[in-house]
């Protein structure tokens, strides 16, 4: 069966990182698609009806199937579109690696990631920044153990876990631009630095990772909506 670029659809936002990763996918397999903006604040009727359930992009959409959950779709592209790279490990236990990696990313890394753009006080953004440090830690080991001395978690080329981490590089260097932190430091995690830049720079990545300012003014908007959560009633 043919597929042209009119049955494949993402519905997303330009600054999602959850976004990022179904077109990173598609674009490492070379998958043709029309991205289809949602609008910031709002959701339209076609998220609606394709994600009842969390009413969240993205949404891949493939003929007329939805399909949610950020790395969900990333697994489904993988199994498609089998002519290109593969983006999870053939072996078992590296693909049960990957898929620890990814969860503690999504659950716990990126959470303490925008605490620290929430933190109210030097205290709190202190205590915030060295959970992410310690987060970070622990991803370089891993990197370590995965890369064995390639560029990528995956090896020599974009995997899984490069995809499910890497879609937050632009939200990292956002939070370092606006709250003078530098969390990816050459001395602490070397590794993840040299990821880092290969990562960013790869073709499948490069036009759909957001520029650090443009991102920097979303990013103080929702900071302020966070602040404006957590302040106590008066």
């Known amino acids: 069966m043919t597929i042209t670029e009119s049955d494949v659809k993402v519905l997303g936002m330009w600054p999602s990182p959850f976004v990022m990763r179904a077109r990173i996918s598609l674009n490492l397999k070379s998958v043709n698609y029309e991205f289809l903006e949602e609008t910031f604040g709002s959701k339209s009727q076609l998220l609606l009806q394709s994600n009842p359930v969390h009413k969240k992009v993205p949404v891949l959409i493939h003929g007329d199937k939805p399909i949610c959950e950020s790395l969900v779709i990333v697994e489904y592209i993988d199994e498609v579109w089998t002519s290109g790279p593969p983006i999870l490990p053939s072996n078992p236990y ?9 969860a503690y990313v999504s659950e716990k890394w990126y959470p303490s990631l925008k605490g620290i753009g929430a933190a109210q006080g030097e205290e709190a953004k202190k205590a915030a920044v060295e959970q992410v440090e ?8 891993a990197y370590e153990k995965s890369s064995k001395g390639r560029d990528f978690f995956g090896g020599d080329e974009i995997g899984y876990l490069d995809i499910a981490f890497g879609c937050f590089m632009g939200w990292l260097r956002v939070i ?15 590794g993840l630095v040299n990821w880092a830049d290969k990562f960013c720079a790869h073709a499948a ?4 990772m957001p520029e650090t300012d443009k991102l920097a003014e979303i ?4 900071a302020a909506k966070l602040r404006g959560a957590a302040a106590p009633p008066k």
Do not use: S
């Not at 370092?176 to 070397?190: M, R, Y």
């Open 94 to 102: 590296d693909r049960a690696m990957a898929r620890f990696w990814a």
């Open 219 to 222: 990013a103080k908007i929702l």
């Open 205 to 208: 990545v490069k036009d759909v």
């Open 176 to 190: 370092e631009k606006l709250n003078g932190v530098k969390l990816l430091d050459q001395a602490k995690t070397p």
């Open 134 to 141: 310690a987060g970070l830690a622990l991803l370089e080991e």
